[in-house]
């Protein structure tokens, strides 16, 4: 049977968002059952995340702790990587028992059928962002930086995390790539019509967009943005904001 009331968040940006936005997400797990029966996290929870065989970053220890006790709890969480922490591997799927995909992945929600992704490298509009996009996504990039001692590699993405985002703090090109995402997902729906949902992030620019046959576009926006999140049911779907 699927989730009835599925819990959408991303953009948590962990690691970087102030000490305010982890506890208030780890308030979030753990009111999570009474929120909702399945929890889709679709990219960027972390500001970085990257596993080696037998490391993971220690920054997030209590995040990943508060995962696992919600998997504990017999919530299932499907991860989809974003620009910030695609790098994901078997701590995430084994250890803590999560549905991760480093990628796009198509899943059921609700009784929906959808498409989820991040969205990094669907809609930017700025050069420095799509070459970015290109670079730490290319498998040679990832096997140099997995040769790399563990302290050196997250010294390194310290210092590259602005650039690993949209590259831009101008409000009208986060705009346009607003519109250009949710153009793209459109025009997805348009020519998949055994899809019933496309499940955006990345623009921190929460939407909630109908086609006339009721098929939807979601972008839950930025839980570090107000800790706004987004619950899907068979019959509709929420925009929200995390109280507590």
């Known amino acids: 049977m699927p989730a009835a009331r599925v819990l959408v968040v991303a953009d948590a940006h962990l690691g970087q968002a102030p000490p305010a936005v ?48 919600l998997r504990v709890r017999g919530m299932p969480i499907t991860f989809v990587g974003g620009n910030h922490d695609r790098w994901g591997g078997d701590f995430l799927i084994k250890d ?52 790399l001692h563990p302290s050196v ?42 899809l019933d949902l496309v499940v955006l992030a990345h623009t921190h620019r929460p939407a909630c967009e109908q086609l006339p046959d009721g098929r939807t576009y979601l972008n839950p926006g930025a839980f570090l943005d107000g800790y706004r999140y987004a619950v899907v049911t068979r019959d509709a779907i929420e925009l929200k904001n995390f109280r507590w």
Request: proline share 3%.
């Open 22 to 69: 982890a506890a208030a997400f780890h308030a979030f797990l753990d009111a999570a059952p009474d929120l909702g029966d399945a929890l889709l996290i679709n990219g960027d929870l972390f500001d970085f995340w990257f596993e080696y065989g037998s490391v993971v970053p220690r920054r997030h220890f209590a995040s990943a702790a508060k995962l696992q006790a």
């Open 96 to 147: 803590l028992g999560i549905a991760f995909h480093a990628g796009e992945a198509e899943v059921e929600l609700a009784g929906r059928r959808a498409f989820v992704a991040h969205g990094d490298g669907l809609s930017e509009q700025h050069w420095s962002a799509t070459l970015m996009h290109r670079v730490t996504r290319h498998p040679l990039t990832i096997g140099v930086f997995r040769a």
């Open 153 to 194: 590699g997250f010294w390194i993405a310290d210092k590259l995390s602005g650039k690993l985002a949209d590259n831009t703090r101008d409000r009208a090109v986060l705009d346009r790539a607003a519109r250009a995402q949710g153009q793209y997902a459109k025009a997805m729906l348009e020519r998949r019509p055994d």
